[in-house]
């Protein structure tokens, strides 16, 4: 299975910005869409900004339009998610994945069915807070 590391999480005042970086141990995924999720605590995890490679097409939720950028550097296996304007409402742990199969964007990022046993990564904690 794919492998994660989540690396760039911390504590920031509301309106300060943060680059998430997610190093994969799989750096070829096709038709297959890479994204970020995040879990707020007591909640479900939910997609945040997912991309499909082959192209280029992206989905981002719609609280985090015109403030979250997601982007991959494909030669070193990492994805990013670079997030300016952060509110109190971002406070989550963050997570990278890759689908275990083709799909577009937007269902990676809203209604994907991932397997039971799917290999999410640690994460990285993200506080904004004055």
């Known amino acids: 299975q794919v492998k994660f590391v989540e690396s760039g999480g911390g504590l920031v005042q509301p309106g300060g910005s943060l680059l998430l970086s997610c190093v994969q141990s799989e750096k070829t995924w096709g038709s297959r869409p890479i994204g970020w999720f995040r879990q707020a605590p007591g909640t479900g995890r939910r997609g945040v900004a997912c991309?499909?490679?082959?192209?280029?097409?992206?989905y981002l939720r719609d609280a985090v339009k015109g403030r979250f950028t997601i982007s991959r550097d494909a030669a070193k296996g990492t994805l990013y998610l670079q997030m300016n304007y952060l509110q109190p409402e971002d406070t989550a742990t963050y997570y990278c994945?890759?689908?275990?199969?083709?799909?577009?964007?937007?269902?990676?990022?809203?209604?994907?069915?991932?397997?039971?046993?799917?290999?999410w990564g640690q994460g990285t904690r993200v506080t904004v807070s004055a």
């Open positions: 991309f499909r490679p082959d192209d280029k097409s992206t």
């Open positions: 994945a890759v689908a275990p199969h083709g799909a577009s964007p937007g269902v990676f990022c809203t209604n994907y069915p991932f397997p039971e046993d799917y290999n």
